[in-house]
């Protein structure tokens, strides 16, 4: 197989350069699916999915794009030489980890669960700022390093609201409650909130427009979908709402993008003897196997030293989002050798500069 080293010429434009085809991404990967999705909660809060329909995603989107980061983390070539921590000691120290809270369930439980809660409209943000960040390399976009900076903290906004404003995780753990309970706290966040929500809708928009007539040239707009739909699931939803439905489309976009990284890196190996096709349904069925395996099964085995099914599934659902979080902090990183980077600057442009 002839491996093609020459890289594409990026053309500056609005629509961006894509994965599969605008369709795909924009609703996929952009998150337009999850912008329908929550017009028909707002207008069916009630039954609008099932919760058989619910759980049916839940398993194939967000179970399977947590096995994912796994399955990738041991495919992607080097990082059993890069990586021995992530690879070899973390699962072990995780696991280790979770009998601790599960031995200890009533004391540490809560923490562990507050913890995986403030963390993840984190996580979230900070995809939705590297999809921002990659489309717009991807599309002749060269961010400045201001505008990068601008785009962080517009990425960050949902999770700066959720941190203020959501009971039981963020600064509600973390401070005391004595202080929490005063009347002047709560209308100072309030006000913080309200703040924040506003800005939180116009800030994409200013941006967008700040980077238009800079000399980059215009971002793609599936940049702004990314950041504009993972602030809706927070800014527009119910608190509980905003949990379940950002963990079932942050994992599609998850999906998308791994299996697609997966696939490339693949199939441009010199010594690939498989179709895309194969190697798309490979890794995605691995991901969805470990994800029902470590959801469905590893609870069960906690019910054998006396643990409620319902308290250890909660327990382990946590440490595996907390083991999620630290592996991907690590696996998307875009180094000079690093095989995502090769991949990016193989198929989409010359040698791009600090993304990450």
Same mark, same amino acid.
């Given at each position: 197989?002839?491996?093609?080293?020459?890289?594409?010429?990026?053309?500056?434009?609005?629509?961006?350069?894509?994965?599969?085809?605008?369709?795909?991404?924009?609703?996929?990967?952009?998150? /337009? %699916?999850?912008?329908? #999705?929550? &017009? @028909?909660?707002?207008?069916? *809060?009630?039954?609008?999915?099932?919760? !058989?329909?619910?759980?049916?995603?839940?398993?194939?989107?967000?179970?399977?794009?947590?096995?994912?980061?796994?399955?990738?983390?041991?495919?992607?070539?080097?990082?059993?030489?890069?990586?021995?921590?992530?690879?070899?000691?973390?699962?072990?120290?995780?696991?280790?980890?979770?009998?601790?809270?599960?031995?200890?369930?009533?004391?540490?439980?809560?923490?562990?669960?507050?913890?995986?809660?403030?963390?993840?409209?984190?996580?979230?943000?900070?995809?939705?700022?590297?999809?921002?960040?990659?489309?717009?390399?991807?599309?002749?976009?060269?961010?400045?390093?201001?505008?990068?900076?601008?785009?962080?903290?517009?990425?960050?906004?949902?999770?700066?609201?959720?941190?203020?404003?959501?009971?039981?995780? /963020? %600064?509600?753990?973390? #401070?005391? &409650? @004595?202080?929490?309970?005063? *009347?002047?706290?709560?209308?100072?966040? !309030?006000?913080?909130?309200?703040?924040?929500?506003?800005?939180?809708?116009?800030?994409?928009?200013?941006?967008?427009?700040?980077?238009?007539?800079?000399?980059?040239?215009?971002?793609?707009?599936?940049?702004?979908?990314?950041?504009?739909?993972?602030?809706?699931?927070?800014?527009?939803?119910?608190?509980?709402?905003?949990?379940?439905?950002?963990?079932?489309?942050?994992?599609?976009?998850?999906?998308?993008?791994?299996?697609?990284?997966?696939?490339?890196?693949?199939?441009?190996?010199?010594?690939?003897?498989?179709?895309?096709?194969?190697?798309?349904?490979?890794?995605?069925?691995?991901?969805?196997?470990?994800?029902?395996?470590?959801?469905?099964?590893?609870?069960?085995?906690?019910?054998?030293?006396?643990? /409620? %099914?319902?308290?250890?599934?909660?327990?382990?659902?946590?440490?595996?989002?907390?083991?999620?979080?630290?592996?991907?902090?690590?696996?998307?990183?875009?180094?000079?050798?690093?095989?995502?980077?090769?991949?990016?600057?193989?198929?989409?442009?010359?040698?791009?500069?600090?993304?990450?």
């Amino acid at each position: 197989m002839t491996r093609n080293t020459t890289p594409a010429t990026p053309t500056t434009t609005t629509v961006g350069r894509c994965f599969v085809n605008p369709t795909f991404d924009y609703l996929v990967i952009g998150g /337009g %699916l999850s912008l329908m #999705a929550t &017009a @028909a909660i707002l207008l069916s *809060p009630v039954g609008w999915v099932g919760p !058989a329909g619910l759980a049916f995603l839940i398993l194939f989107s967000n179970g399977a794009h947590f096995g994912a980061s796994t399955v990738r983390l041991y495919t992607k070539r080097g990082t059993s030489e890069s990586l021995p921590f992530l690879t070899m000691a973390l699962p072990l120290v995780t696991l280790a980890a979770l009998t601790l809270v599960v031995w200890h369930a009533e004391s540490l439980g809560p923490h562990l669960q507050s913890l995986y809660l403030s963390w993840s409209p984190y996580h979230y943000a900070a995809q939705a700022y590297g999809i921002a960040v990659m489309y717009s390399y991807r599309s002749g976009c060269r961010l400045a390093p201001t505008d990068k900076k601008l785009l962080w903290w517009v990425a960050m906004l949902p999770f700066f609201y959720n941190f203020l404003s959501a009971k039981r995780v /963020g %600064l509600d753990w973390l #401070a005391p &409650a @004595a202080f929490m309970a005063q *009347p002047a706290v709560g209308e100072i966040l !309030a006000a913080i909130g309200t703040l924040l929500t506003a800005v939180a809708f116009a800030a994409p928009v200013l941006l967008y427009l700040r980077v238009w007539r800079g000399s980059a040239g215009p971002m793609p707009l599936i940049s702004i979908l990314a950041l504009v739909s993972n602030g809706v699931w927070w800014f527009v939803l119910s608190s509980l709402d905003a949990f379940v439905w950002a963990t079932v489309f942050h994992g599609l976009q998850y999906l998308a993008l791994v299996v697609i990284f997966h696939i490339r890196e693949r199939v441009s190996s010199p010594a690939n003897q498989r179709g895309a096709i194969y190697h798309g349904v490979w890794f995605y069925g691995a991901s969805l196997l470990l994800g029902y395996g470590v959801f469905q099964c590893l609870p069960l085995g906690y019910t054998f030293a006396g643990v /409620g %099914l319902v308290e250890g599934t909660l327990l382990v659902a946590a440490t595996v989002n907390v083991h999620h979080f630290i592996v991907d902090a690590y696996i998307w990183r875009l180094g000079q050798d690093d095989t995502n980077r090769q991949v990016v600057e193989e198929e989409f442009g010359p040698r791009l500069e600090a993304i990450a």
